[in-house]
């Protein structure tokens, strides 16, 4: 798996400025986007693969699976900013893994109470979501040096990425492994779903076209941006 | 890939804050006691609806399998007899099945749990069975992971679904190829699906093997009017259970579906 | 390149200069190809055809838009993107709507080769990964199999398919020789498994013209002889050891021979330079392979037919193959490469 290549210039200046409430309305906001876009946990950091393609053949399991991640994301993140003075750095690691793990808990069983027919099809992902690595990366890499505002906005930016993430991966594989988008059909009754689209290998797949169209779309970005220069400079 | 980063400045200076090993344990300690406290109490919360779900879910599928029925209660062997899962010990069974009953009260059936090799997965179904006319008369898939498109089928097709309408029990239930079904004790096999068919007839033969003696040998003392020996005659009036408390007919919560963590 | 890496080489000199290049290999088994093209035009129809264009044009369509940006279409004139979807479309029933063969033919180029880097990098045959596509997409459509003989110009509902749409099950299929094997346990006469007049996949079904085309291109050494000999070899002797042991379970060598997609998949996928190993020993140990892994399949596993995945099995090992069995270069002595080069 690849590192996490731009978490770190986030995480170290954060370093710098925690126990100093720099209230900086804009660096919120920034810590926020990255999570979306710059440094989206899956297109980007290609972090928690395996809920990524396990749970995502159709869109409201996406959608289940990341409202979970997101609660045990965020909350974790308040916890273990709030604490990161009081944890001794020696028993950190099982220290976040003891907050996580509640909070996963906590998800379960109110999953399991409120959503049944979800929580089956979910099965053991959802107790799963200790072992994604996105969480403890989060905390391990910015929660534990950062003030609580900016160790939330973190997490939410990161698990709403990944939540934008498991929702495009599962609305793709719905629609053509199922014909349908949140369970309301699309193409009428006779249309011939792609099986393999709703089996984990269409998963792989899936995730790699989109990765792909990421980075070509990266690419053009760049590229763009270039011949903008360019001109700029021609014009001058 | 960031513990690195933060490892190794940390480890360099291990030695000159190198907290006591008390606090270290009493932190993970407390940690440990603020998580168990606060998983003790979601867990009592969420405990009843739980349980409930998993109840209510077992119920319908059994009211499902045998059209007719409006309440119905389990039953374990205990060697001679079928007896209501409350008088029997709890070691003294492993399996159990669901007797359901009609509006009146009489029986209308049993519904059979049973679990065997699909083609991908352990397939677990349930199945009601009439000792009066020795049919299966209906069946539901719990659980299966067989191939969307091809294996789903043994829940999905309906064509598939009616053979277990009025399947005869003897002689015994057999899969046959699609379309020649022509005795009330064949099942019409799925095209394409013919694995994932066969294993469903193969469970249900499981099941018959395992129960239908016992259900003949209990039905031999029951009463005319479909009373089970071990239930003194005043089921008339005590049957139907309201399904807002499901507890109190199922208290094993073995069976339901999402019982089974995957 | 000659400049940059000349530890790549894996043979050694003498070279000696010959005509054949990869243009000149693809327009051989192209050539090979159009007997199978006209028997399955005989024995389906114009619905053969048609799949077969479909494929093909999903194929070359992909070859086209997604290959190199730079002299967009060159790639074309190689003709292997070509070769690829016809293999594609002979693999698929004859009745098998046209736009999935196009879908085919697009997952084939694209996922099968482009994505590796082009021709000469893919891990596996092109045309299998397409197949294997339509296989877990489709696998209901992709095992109904229309028979033979009902007139040249019959078209099935199946074939016309609107686009994302069901094909409509044709009131007549078929079983195909396995397919009654495994399930019913009956056995087709090996006669009709010769002629090729059973249902199957467009191009697998006439044994006999197959293996004339086969020892055609041993001939020409257009493939490695060693790799069919190996695959059917091994299929032969497994096979003939389990019919001797039980004939009543198992069928005969010669039926396990002649069936199914085993001579077409052998001569023309197995062979595929690109994906079998460089080294004669190490072709025999994937030829090998390949024949216990399609006995294996076809016995005990879950579908009737397994060459398309004990292909790709084989060819998924093929860089651990050549890795542990590396061609010996010329005149050195017996001793492994690999030790050699650390000197």
Not at chain 1, 12 to 35: H, I, N, P, T, Y
Not at chain 1, 100 to 122: C, G, K, N, S
Not at chain 3, 83 to 103: D, E, K, N, Q, V
Not at chain 3, 307 to 335: C, S
């Amino acid at each position: 798996m690849p590192s996490i290549p731009a978490s770190s210039p986030g995480g170290g200046s954060g370093s710098q400025g925690s126990g100093v409430a720099d209230g900086d309305w804009e660096r919120v906001q920034a810590e926020f986007m990255k999570g979306i876009w710059k440094e989206n946990p899956v297109f980007v950091q290609v972090l928690g693969m395996c809920p990524m393609l396990a749970v995502t053949n159709s869109a409201v399991n996406a959608m289940a699976m990341g409202a979970a991640t997101f609660f045990v994301l965020v909350g974790s993140s308040f916890l273990v900013s709030l604490l990161r003075n009081f944890i001794p750095r020696q028993v950190r690691i099982s220290t976040y893994i003891v907050i996580i793990a509640t909070f996963v808990t906590v998800a379960d069983f109110t999953l399991q109470a409120l959503l049944p027919d979800i929580h089956r099809e979910l099965g053991a992902f959802i107790s799963l979501i200790v072992v994604n690595c996105l969480i403890l990366g989060r905390q391990e890499a910015f929660a534990s040096k950062n003030t609580v505002k900016h160790a939330v906005a973190d997490a939410v930016g990161m698990a709403g990425g990944f939540a934008i993430a498991l929702l495009c991966l599962g609305s793709v594989r719905e629609i053509l492994g199922s014909g349908s988008l949140f369970g309301v059909s699309l193409f009428g009754s006779g249309y011939e779903p792609w099986v393999i689209m709703i089996l984990p290998p269409g998963g792989f797949i899936m995730l790699g076209l989109i990765l792909l169209f990421f980075n070509w779309l990266k690419s053009r970005r760049a590229h763009w941006l270039q011949s903008l220069d360019k001109l700029g400079e021609g014009a001058r | 890939m960031n513990q690195q980063q933060s490892v190794l400045p940390e480890s360099a200076n291990l030695g000159a804050d190198q907290p006591s090993s008390l606090r270290l344990i009493s932190t993970l300690g407390l940690a440990g006691l603020i998580s168990g406290l606060c998983l003790v109490g979601i867990y009592t919360i969420t405990l009843p609806r739980i349980e409930a779900n998993k109840a209510r879910t077992l119920k319908e599928a059994v009211l499902q399998v045998l059209p007719g029925s409006v309440s119905m209660e389990e039953l374990v062997w205990n060697g001679q007899g079928l007896i209501p899962v409350e008088q029997a010990g709890e070691a003294s069974y492993t399996e159990s099945i669901y007797a359901a009953y009609n509006r009146d009260g009489s029986l209308v059936g049993y519904a059979i749990p049973e679990d065997g090799a699909g083609f991908q997965d352990t397939i677990r179904l349930i199945y009601g069975y009439r000792p009066d006319s020795r049919e299966i008369v209906g069946m539901r898939v719990l659980e299966s992971r067989e191939t969307p498109g091809l294996g789903d089928k043994i829940y999905k097709d309906q064509a598939f679904q009616e053979n277990f309408r009025a399947l005869s029990v003897s002689p015994e239930v057999v899969a046959v190829k699609h379309g020649s079904k022509n005795a009330p004790n064949q099942v019409d096999c799925i095209t394409g699906a013919t694995i994932s068919s066969k294993a469903v007839v193969r469970i249900l033969r499981q099941g018959n093997q395992t129960w239908l003696e016992r259900i003949d040998k209990s039905a031999s003392g029951t009463t005319e009017n479909g009373k089970l020996p071990g239930v003194p005659g005043a089921r008339n009036g005590e049957v139907s259970v309201p399904s807002a408390e499901p507890g109190i007919e199922s208290r094993r919560p073995a069976l339901p579906a999402g019982s089974q963590g995957r | 390149m000659k400049h940059t890496a000349p530890g790549l080489v894996l043979r050694t000199a003498p070279f000696l200069k010959h005509p054949t290049d990869t243009p000149n290999l693809m327009r051989q088994v192209l050539l090979a190809l159009l007997p199978v093209v006209v028997a399955a035009a005989a024995f389906f129809g114009m619905a053969a055809m048609l799949v077969v264009g479909a494929s093909t044009l999903g194929a070359l369509a992909t070859e086209y838009a997604f290959g190199p940006s730079r002299n967009r279409g060159s790639t074309l004139h190689d003709g292997s993107a070509l070769l690829s979807g016809i293999l594609l479309g002979l693999t698929l029933p004859p009745s098998f709507p046209l736009w999935m063969a196009f879908l085919g033919g697009i997952v084939a180029i694209g996922l099968g080769k482009l994505v590796w880097g082009g021709l000469g990098q893919n891990l596996f045959n092109p045309a299998l990964v397409g197949r294997a596509f339509l296989q877990a997409a489709f696998p209901t459509t992709i095992t109904t199999w229309a028979p033979q003989g009902q007139g040249f110009l019959h078209l099935s509902s199946a074939n016309l398919a609107a686009p994302l749409m069901q094909a409509r099950v044709d009131t007549i299929t078929a079983a195909t020789p396995l397919g009654l094997m495994k399930f019913q346990h009956e056995l087709t006469p090996l006669w009709s498994l010769l002629v090729g007049n059973s249902p199957g996949s467009i191009g697998e079904t006439s044994s006999a013209l197959l293996i004339v085309l086969g020892l055609w291109l041993a001939w020409r050494r257009t493939f490695d002889w060693r790799i069919p000999v190996a695959i059917l070899v091994t299929v032969a002797v497994f096979a003939g050891i389990l019919w001797i042991v039980n004939p009543e379970t198992y069928p005969s060598p010669l039926f396990m021979l002649f069936s199914g997609g085993l001579l077409f998949g052998t001569l023309f996928m197995a062979t595929d330079p690109v994906t079998s190993p460089m080294a004669p020993l190490g072709v025999w140990l994937f030829g090998v392979g390949i024949g216990v892994l399609v006995v294996l399949i076809r016995l005990w596993g879950g579908l009737p037919e397994g060459v398309m995945y004990a292909i790709l099995l084989m060819n998924a090992a093929t860089p651990l193959i050549d890795r542990v069995i590396q061609p010996r270069p010329f005149g050195r002595g017996k001793h492994n490469v690999l030790e050699g080069d650390a000197r």
